[in-house]
């Protein structure tokens, strides 16, 4: 080899570090990578842009298909519930009333049945049970047969 210490030295190093920043090249060469950088990251994007590519994105569509779906179930669970529950305070409305105490409670199921837009039979009922508790509560009769 021509120059044996000459890589090994440290003045080597460091008079090749201070020539490639001194020419300019190695820093035009990192000042080139930091605006490219800059300009991926000021890059704006309007609201309707970011709408019009989330619209089209296969994981949107197939999360709002999912959501309604969801929805759907949810709407026909909710009416079914809320059938159960005219039936179940229909049931008690109808039920042989024995005491003061139950018959109150059917006055509540009758309020409740017709809060939740129950009508007909149990509209009925529930006008009977209030006379007949306005009757009881005038004679003071709370004997049930």
Same mark, same amino acid.
């Given at each position: ?5 000459l890589? *090994?030295?440290p ?8 020539a ?9 060469w990192? &000042? ?5 950088? %800059? ?7 309007? !609201?309707?842009?970011?709408?019009r590519? %989330?619209a ?6 197939? &999360?709002? *298909?999912?959501l ?9 669970? +909710?009416r079914?519930?809320? *059938?159960?529950? &005219? ?12 005491? !003061? ?5 059917? &006055?509540?199921?009758?309020k409740?049945?017709? *809060?939740?837009?129950?009508?007909g %039979? ?6 009977a049970l209030?006379? +007949?508790?306005?009757? !009881?509560?005038?004679? +003071?009769?709370?004997?049930?047969r």
């Amino acid at each position: 080899m021509l120059f044996p210490g000459l890589f *090994a030295s440290p003045e080597f190093w460091t008079a090749l570090i201070v020539a490639s920043v001194g020419s300019g090249g190695v820093m035009a060469w990192i &000042l080139r990578r930091i605006d490219r950088h %800059l300009d991926r990251h000021d890059m704006t994007i309007t !609201r309707d842009e970011l709408d019009r590519a %989330l619209a089209s994105s296969p994981v949107i569509v197939s &999360l709002e *298909a999912k959501l309604d779906r969801d929805f759907a179930r949810l709407d026909e669970a +909710d009416r079914d519930r809320r *059938a159960i529950r &005219l039936d179940v305070l229909r049931i008690e409305m109808f039920a042989h009333t024995s005491t !003061r105490t139950q018959h109150e409670r059917q &006055l509540e199921a009758g309020k409740e049945y017709l *809060a939740l837009g129950g009508n007909g %039979l149990g509209h009925a009922r529930y006008d009977a049970l209030k006379q +007949d508790y306005v009757r !009881r509560e005038t004679s +003071d009769d709370w004997e049930y047969r």
